[in-house]
C-alpha cells in the first residue's frame, strides 16, 4: 500500500508542477516583473547565474498569489469543502491579487484549474495529496536550487514563446 501512495503523491507533485507552471508562464510571469519586489527577485537571481526571466518567474510568485498559491490553496479548499472549496480558493485568489495590485489573472486560473484537476483525478488520488504535492512542486522551484530552477523555468518561457 505504501507503494501506492508513493505513486499518488509523485502524480499528485507532476500535475501541481506542470499546472502552476504552465498557467503561470502562459500569463507572462518570465516575461517582466509585475508587483513590487519581482524585479529585485529576478536581479538577484541573475547575479547568482540564473536566468532573469526564471528570476522574474519566481519573483513574481513569491510576492503576489500566483498559480503556485492557487493551486495550494485550490487543494486545501478541496480538501475541506469539497469542489465548491476549490472555487471559494479561486474568488480568495482573485482579491489577493486586487490587494497586491497584481494586474494579472494567473492566480486565479491557476486555481481554477487545479480544482477541475483534482476533481477530475478525484476517483484515484484523494485531495490530500495534492496538498503534499503543490508543496514538493513549490519546493523545486523555490527552495531547492534558484540557479538552475530559474534556467528550466526560462527555458519552459521561451519554448512557449512567452518572452
Known sequence: MLLI????????????????????TYFGLPKKPGVSGADVIGKKID?????????YFMGNIVCSP?????TLMASIFYYVMGFEGGLIAALLVFIGNRLCN???????????TA????????????????????????FTIQGFYHTYASKILGSIAKKMGRI
Do not use: H, R
Open 5 to 24: 501512495e508513493v505513486v499518488k503523491l509523485i502524480i499528485a507533485s507532476v500535475i501541481c508542477w506542470i499546472n502552476f507552471v504552465i498557467v503561470d
Open 47 to 55: 547575479k547568482i547565474g540564473g536566468n532573469i526571466n526564471g528570476g
Open 66 to 70: 500566483d498559480a503556485s498559491a492557487g
Open 102 to 112: 497584481d494586474p494579472g489573472y494567473a492566480g486565479t486560473i491557476g486555481t481554477i
Open 115 to 138: 480544482t477541475i484537476l483534482i476533481y477530475l483525478c478525484s476517483g484515484f488520488i484523494e485531495p490530500q495529496y495534492f496538498i503534499a504535492g503543490m508543496v514538493i512542486a513549490i
